[in-house]
């Protein structure tokens, strides 16, 4: 009988790309993973990896066995699952991935929640930008993510994870100083200021570049900072100007001056997990905690 343990292994391979890669993730040693993937090789007797310059890639007898693997592993992860709803108490372990604002603003009073209603369930938080988050659960690092979504800005979907949208924020320009002027003078004003934006390659400054471009002008960044907390501090001392959603403000109110954006834009927040985990009693407990804390502070 094939070893679970090393169906894993391949299926993290085919998903990671390097043997170590796949060591990080499951905390192995690199050697180990390559010493159970040359053992899941004879239990199979055939070549499931071959060598290309210093890495591997999988034989065509690999992927097939991929595509098994992942149908072993969502039956045993359904298995689970249906323990799980056999209890009358909601219990284990449910691991989320964040991204700063909620875990800022949202994820304090949906604990607190779950910590009230479910004593028995832990909850494992670790910060990490949606296109890691997404990949983290589709290779079971983690169960559930929150990720955000910008107007016009699609992230990849997959198919094998669902995707509840949670509610919706709106984006503001913020600034020390405040005045009367509409979004599209507000925007256009604020083209000669320096800017403070979070990294390039981010969804978030994709959508910010383009915004200021439509309205006729590139932004002059001074600051990239992924820390929003650092962007309204850099915004409320007058050495920059940023775009700034509702929730970094969790409730409390804004500290800098806020004017609207042309078109009023609304950013999405939504989160997702495994379709195949996603009906487990922890899960569910999780997503209404948050639904709950997110109505709280942003409702429709």
């Known amino acids: 009988m094939l070893d679970v343990n090393r169906l894993r292994m391949l299926v993290e391979l085919s998903h990671r790309g390097t043997l170590s890669a796949v ?38 007898q690999g992927n097939v066995l991929v595509a098994e693997a992942i149908g072993i592993l969502d039956r045993l992860e359904h298995a689970e699952v249906a323990v799980a709803e056999s209890l009358t108490e909601v219990t284990g ?58 107007p016009d800005h699609q992230r990849p979907l997959k198919p094998e994870l669902d995707r509840v949208v949670l509610t919706h924020d709106a984006i503001m320009l913020g600034r020390r100083a405040h005045d009367e002027t509409d979004a599209g003078t507000a925007l256009r004003a604020a083209a000669d200021e320096p800017w403070v934006l979070e990294p390039a390659g981010t969804a978030s400054r994709a959508w910010a570049e383009q915004l200021c471009r439509r309205a006729g002008f590139e932004p002059d960044v001074h600051f990239e900072v992924a820390d929003l907390t650092t962007h309204v501090r850099l915004i409320r001392a007058g050495l920059a100007v940023g775009l700034l959603p509702d929730l970094v403000w969790a409730g409390d109110a804004p500290t800098v001056a806020l004017a609207p954006l042309p078109g009023s834009p609304r950013r999405e927040i939504f989160s997702s997990a495994r379709r195949v985990s996603a009906e ?21």
């Not at 060591?23 to 390559?34: G, I, M, N, Q």
């Not at 909850?123 to 993510?145: I, K, Y």
């Open 280 to 300: 487990a009693p922890s899960i569910k407990a999780v997503r209404a905690a948050l639904a709950e804390a997110a109505g709280a502070l942003l409702p429709e």
């Open 93 to 150: 372990t449910v691991r989320i991935a964040v991204f700063q604002t909620a875990a800022h603003a949202l994820l304090p009073p949906a604990l607190l929640s779950l910590g009230e209603r479910h004593p028995a369930l832990r909850v494992d938080v670790t910060e990490s930008d949606p296109e890691t988050s997404l990949e983290g659960v589709a290779s079971r690092d983690f169960d559930l993510m929150l990720a955000e979504q910008y």
């Open 23 to 60: 060591a990080d993730a499951l905390s192995y040693s690199k050697a180990t993973v390559s010493q159970q993937l040359a053992a899941l090789e004879r239990e199979v007797g055939v070549a499931l990896l071959r060598r290309v310059g210093r890495g591997v890639q999988l034989t065509p």
